[in-house]
C-alpha cells in the first residue's frame, strides 16, 4: 500500500492527506512566523527613539534649498530615523518631503543638512517632524 503519511499521522491509512490537513500546516506555519517576526521586530527596535528634531538653517543652492537639522535620540539605543519636512505655515496635510538621517547615538544630538528639492528655490520657513518606532 503506497501512503504519504506514516500510521500514526494517518490512522485512516487515507493515500493523500486531506486538503484540510496540508492548509492547516501551512495556515500555521505562517502564523508562526509573523509571530516570530513580530518578536524580532520588537526586540530590534527596544529602547529606539523617541526622536525629536528642529530646523536650524535654510538655505538656496542649485537645484532647490539645503535644510539643516538638529535631532535628538532621547532612546537609550543608536538609530537613524525618517523626519518630515513642510512648510512651517502648513504643518498639517501639506506637503513634505523625508529625510533619513543619519545614525542618532543614544541619548545624543546630531547636526546635519540634507538637499530639498520640494520647496523650491526661495529659502522658506520650514518646520520638521522626525518619527520614533
Known amino acids: 500500500m503506497n501512503v504519504a503519511l506514516c500510521d500514526e499521522c494517518n490512522p485512516l491509512g487515507l493515500k493523500q492527506p486531506a486538503a484540510t490537513q496540508v492548509h492547516a500546516l501551512a495556515a500555521g506555519g505562517i502564523v508562526l512566523f509573523v509571530l516570530f517576526l513580530a518578536v524580532v521586530g520588537r526586540l530590534a527596535l527596544a529602547d529606539v527613539g523617541p526622536f525629536t528634531g528642529v530646523v536650524r538653517d535654510v538655505v538656496a543652492v542649485t537645484g532647490g ?27 498639517v496635510g501639506g506637503p513634505g518631503q523625508m529625510v533619513q538621517t543619519p545614525k542618532v547615538p543614544a541619548g545624543q544630538t546630531i547636526e546635519f543638512s540634507a538637499p530639498l528639492s520640494m520647496f523650491g528655490d526661495e529659502p522658506t520657513a520650514l518646520a520638521v517632524d522626525c518619527q520614533s518606532p
Open 65 to 91: 534649498l539645503e535644510v539643516t537639522l538638529t535631532v535628538t535620540n532621547e532612546g537609550t539605543s543608536s538609530s537613524a530615523t525618517t523626519c518630515r519636512i513642510v512648510e512651517a505655515s502648513r504643518p
